[in-house]
């Protein structure tokens, strides 16, 4: 079975700066492409970011220019730096993986990591 595991959430003020991780174990392939999700308190689960495995990200408008996805060459590690944060950011922050394409989630999910945008 796949595990994902989070790490970095936190408090923050506005205009600060967090940095995610998401380490992935067990059957994992190379291929899958890895990302981060968040759902605010009454609203859907949404994309963030994803990066495949050729590294090609892909943003929300949301959080383009904001917010920079990276992955380690073994392709089992990714982290989300997020700058210039907005109280609008603050959500539960979910890891994904287990999907080959950009477009669409996998069937694997990280428990989540509070992120709190406030002053």
């Known amino acids: 079975q796949v595990q994902l595991v989070e790490s970095g959430g936190g408090l923050v003020q506005p205009g600060g700066s967090l940095r995610l991780s998401c380490a992935a174990s067990?059957?994992?392939?190379?291929?899958?492409?890895m990302g981060w999700y968040r759902q605010a308190p009454g609203k859907q689960r949404e994309l963030v970011a994803v990066?495949?495995?050729?590294?090609?990200?892909h943003y929300a408008e949301a959080v383009q220019g904001r917010f920079t996805i990276s992955r380690d060459s073994a392709k089992t590690t990714i982290q989300l730096q997020m700058t210039n944060l907005e109280p609008e950011d603050t959500a539960v922050y979910f890891c994904?993986?287990?999907?080959?394409?950009?477009?669409?989630?996998?069937?694997?999910w990280g428990q989540g990591t509070q992120v709190t945008v406030s002053t």
């Open positions: 994904n993986s287990g999907a080959f394409s950009l477009r669409q989630p996998g069937a694997y």
């Open positions: 067990g059957p994992v392939s190379d291929m899958y492409a």
């Open positions: 990066i495949g495995s050729n590294m090609t990200p």
